[in-house]
């Protein structure tokens, strides 16, 4: 075991470089979990986040269904590209009443346990032997764990999440503070 005395600087050796950005933009439905998901590597864009409501939209066909947003900036605009469609937005930092964030939250949870058991394999020794850069092993661990953890969004997690939002509801068209 390593002692150090008062004054000693601690060194600590940490990898510099983290990779691309991975972003999973997906739709739920009550009674199916996730609908839709696609994985985006680097930046989502207003065009990205478009071409996702695209691939929403022939998914969903006729059905009545309505879009729920929140305000990021990237959805700003969207409702005029896809008239035909049903948005509602959130109001401003109100992630409570959006079923989606919860659902992100068990499948980061599940993410996290997954990336915990391969990071043993996430070093530069492994991946000389897989034969790739260390960036392209840790993002290849992480698609996987993406894949791994996206079914833990289930139709019972989805589900719950309606209903918690659903407990804010009279409040909220009572226009009263939910947060008390």
Do not use: W
């Amino acid at each position: 075991m390593t002692t150090y005395t008062g004054g000693e600087r601690v060194h600590r050796a940490v990898g510099g470089q983290r990779g691309r950005n991975t972003t999973v933009i997906a739709a739920i439905a009550e009674h199916c979990g996730i609908l839709y998901h696609e994985i985006h590597y680097g930046s989502v864009t207003k065009e990205v986040f478009s071409d996702f409501i695209a691939s929403l939209a022939a998914i969903i066909g006729d059905a009545r269904s309505i879009l729920v947003l929140d305000n990021a900036p990237i959805h700003n605009g969207i409702a005029a590209v896809y008239p035909e469609l049903n948005f509602k937005f959130l109001p401003p930092y109100s992630p409570c009443l959006s079923p989606i964030e919860n659902c992100f939250s068990v499948f980061k949870s599940y993410l996290k346990q997954y990336l915990h058991r391969e990071a043993p394999r996430c070093n530069a020794a492994h991946a000389r032997q897989e034969g790739v850069t260390l960036n392209a092993l840790r993002e290849n661990i992480l698609q996987v764990g993406v894949e791994f953890a996206l079914p833990s969004v289930t139709e019972h997690v989805v589900s719950q999440n309606y209903n918690h939002v659903n407990t804010y509801l009279v409040q909220c068209i009572e226009r009263q503070d939910i947060f008390n």
